[in-house]
């Protein structure tokens, strides 16, 4: 089945600076790469995805890259804010998705 | 819209009770799931259902069970709880299969003693 590793599993940054987090997986057959943005006491919401035909996406100050060759993909923060604080999943899949452990981003004011 | 609701939010359960986790959901979306959250493990997929009828197994199943008899309702069966189980269970839902936006629910917190 696919496995899904996420890095870091924290990450603390400075408001205004960016945060990256990325992931790998590794079934070839996942073609589709969705990032969850998870707040204290709720459930997951979509944040951005992206499918296997694109390489980048971008939606404000959020982006995501993906490296079909290398099975890696990439979340990036831009200009940081103290409601970016959360824990944010990765997953990869098509008609079941494989999460990634989770990175707790706190941003610092 | 409510969207996915689950019941109950909390429960406690002694060590071999049976229950039921309630999942509903009311945007007419075929896909539905179960995951697990654990600390340090991210979300790991149940069981999950493409449409009323079908349902497969996810990364995790031992020890649950599913059914999909209306679009709306995706119950998951606990048949003898055990303290592995302790977890946060999250349902969700899609439009079409996994490959679409998932609406989480809010939340299931499970204590087994």
């Known amino acids: 089945g696919e496995n899904v590793e996420q890095h870091p599993s924290t990450l603390s940054v400075q408001e205004g600076d960016s945060a990256v987090i990325k992931c790998t997986y590794s079934?070839?057959?996942?073609?589709?790469f969705p990032w969850y943005k998870q707040e204290l006491g709720k459930g997951p919401q979509l944040i951005i995805d992206i499918r296997s035909n694109v390489g980048e996406k971008k939606d404000q100050r959020i982006a995501v890259t993906l490296n079909k060759t290398a099975k890696h993909f990439s979340l990036h923060i831009t200009e940081t804010q103290p409601e970016d604080s959360a824990v944010y999943f990765c997953a990869a899949g098509f008609y079941k998705l494989s999460f990634g452990a989770g990175t707790t981003v706190t941003v610092r004011a | 819209n409510a969207g996915v609701t689950q019941t109950p939010k909390f429960q406690v359960l002694k060590t071999g009770q049976s229950m039921t986790l309630q999942c509903a959901q009311d945007m007419n979306h075929e896909y539905m799931s179960w995951y697990r959250q654990d600390p340090g493990m991210g979300l790991r997929l149940i069981h999950y259902?493409?449409?009323?009828?079908?349902?497969d197994q996810g990364e995790v199943p031992n020890g649950y069970n599913v059914s999909r008899s209306t679009t709306e309702d995706f119950p998951l069966r606990l048949l003898s709880a055990a303290p592995s189980q302790t977890s946060v269970y999250f349902c969700?839902?899609?439009?079409?299969?996994?490959?679409?936006?998932?609406?989480f629910g809010p939340g299931t917190r499970l204590t087994v003693l």
């Open positions: 969700a839902s899609s439009y079409g299969l996994a490959d679409n936006e998932q609406f």
């Open positions: 259902s493409v449409g009323a009828g079908i349902t």
């Open positions: 079934d070839s057959a996942s073609n589709y």
